[in-house]
C-alpha cells in the first residue's frame, strides 16, 4: 500500500512525503487538522494490487441469475415429484384400508344371516334370524355401495367412487378336483357370496389413482 501525505504550512509552502509498500493508483483524501494552527495534512492511500476494484458485471449477473433459475427449476420439479408420489401412496392405502373395512363389515353380516331371498349383480337381499332385513345395493350412477341392516338399525354408504361391483352366487358344494363351487342357479341354493369391485381415488391434480380390484367370498352359516 503507498501512502502519500501532503502537508501545507501557513505560507503556503508544502511538503510530500510518501512511504510505499505495494504499488497502487489513486484512492481516497482524508483531511487531518494537526494541533499547530494553520497546519492540515491530507492523507491519500491506494488498494493492493495496482487496479480498481470492481463489482459484477451485466454477463456475470445473467450467468448467475441463469444458474439460479435453473437450480430452483431442478428443486421445485423434484418436490412436486416427490409431493404426487406421496399423494398416490396415500390415496392407494387409504383405498385399501376402506375396502378391507368394507369386505370385514359384509362378511360378518352376511355368514350371520339366515336365508338369501333375492339377487342380482347389483344387489343383495337377505333376511337375518330375526326376520328384519339385510340388503345391499349398488348404485352405478352414483358410485355408490348402500347397506340396511334391520336388525342392528344401522344402514349407509359402505363404499364411495366404485366404478365397478359384480355379486356371484355359488352352491356350498365344491367341484369335483377343484376348490371352485357351482353356480347356483336361484337364491334358496346359494351359499357362497361373491363380490368383485373397484374403487378410484382422484388426487390433488385430478390424476386418477386406481384401487386394484378388490375379490371376497363369504360362505353362508345358516
Same mark, same amino acid.
Given at each position: 500500500?503507498? %501512502?502519500?501525505?501532503?502537508?501545507?504550512?501557513?505560507?503556503?509552502?508544502?511538503?510530500?512525503?510518501?512511504?510505499?509498500?505495494?504499488?497502487?493508483?489513486?484512492?481516497?483524501?482524508?483531511? %487531518?487538522?494537526?494541533?499547530?494552527?494553520?497546519?492540515?495534512?491530507?492523507?491519500?492511500?491506494? /488498494?493492493?494490487?495496482?487496479?480498481?476494484?470492481?463489482?459484477?458485471?451485466?454477463?456475470?449477473?445473467?450467468?448467475?441469475?441463469?444458474?439460479?433459475?435453473?437450480?430452483?427449476?431442478?428443486?421445485?420439479?423434484?418436490?412436486?415429484?416427490? =409431493?404426487?408420489?406421496?399423494?398416490?401412496v396415500? /390415496?392407494?392405502?387409504?383405498?385399501?384400508?376402506?375396502?378391507?373395512?368394507?369386505?370385514?363389515?359384509?362378511?360378518?353380516?352376511?355368514?350371520?344371516?339366515?336365508?338369501?331371498?333375492?339377487?342380482?349383480?347389483?344387489?343383495?337381499?337377505?333376511?337375518?334370524?330375526?326376520?328384519?332385513?339385510l340388503?345391499?345395493?349398488?348404485?352405478?350412477?352414483?358410485?355408490?355401495?348402500?347397506?340396511?341392516?334391520?336388525?342392528?338399525?344401522?344402514?349407509?354408504?359402505?363404499?364411495?367412487?366404485?366404478?365397478?361391483?359384480?355379486?356371484?352366487?355359488?352352491?356350498?358344494?365344491?367341484?369335483?378336483?377343484?376348490? /371352485?363351487?357351482?353356480?347356483?342357479?336361484n337364491?334358496?341354493?346359494?351359499?357362497? %357370496?361373491?363380490?368383485? =369391485?373397484?374403487?378410484?381415488?382422484?388426487?390433488?391434480?385430478?390424476?386418477?389413482?386406481?384401487?386394484? %380390484?378388490?375379490?371376497?367370498? =363369504?360362505?353362508?352359516? /345358516?
Amino acid at each position: 500500500m503507498l %501512502i502519500v501525505v501532503s502537508r501545507r504550512g501557513p505560507k503556503g509552502d508544502s511538503a510530500r512525503m510518501a512511504r510505499t509498500d505495494t504499488p497502487g493508483l489513486v484512492g481516497r483524501w482524508r483531511k %487531518i487538522e494537526l494541533e499547530r494552527p494553520g497546519t492540515s495534512v491530507r492523507l491519500r492511500t491506494f /488498494n493492493n494490487g495496482g487496479r480498481f476494484q470492481r463489482g459484477f458485471s451485466l454477463l456475470d449477473m445473467m450467468i448467475s441469475t441463469g444458474a439460479g433459475a435453473i437450480l430452483m427449476a431442478t428443486v421445485m420439479t423434484s418436490f412436486v415429484v416427490l =409431493f404426487r408420489a406421496f399423494d398416490a401412496v396415500g /390415496n392407494y392405502e387409504d383405498l385399501d384400508r376402506h375396502c378391507r373395512l368394507t369386505l370385514d363389515y359384509m362378511g360378518r353380516d352376511i355368514r350371520q344371516a339366515g336365508a338369501l331371498t333375492n339377487w342380482s349383480s347389483g344387489g343383495l337381499w337377505f333376511t337375518n334370524l330375526d326376520g328384519t332385513p339385510l340388503n345391499y345395493t349398488y348404485n352405478s350412477g352414483n358410485l355408490t355401495l348402500s347397506y340396511t341392516n334391520g336388525h342392528t338399525g344401522l344402514y349407509g354408504t359402505l363404499l364411495t367412487n366404485c366404478t365397478y361391483l359384480q355379486f356371484s352366487l355359488f352352491q356350498r358344494r365344491p367341484t369335483n378336483g377343484t376348490m /371352485n363351487f357351482y353356480v347356483a342357479s336361484n337364491a334358496a341354493s346359494a351359499k357362497v %357370496i361373491e363380490i368383485n =369391485f373397484t374403487c378410484v381415488r382422484t388426487n390433488y391434480t385430478t390424476v386418477t389413482d386406481s384401487e386394484t %380390484i378388490q375379490t371376497a367370498k =363369504f360362505v353362508m352359516r /345358516n
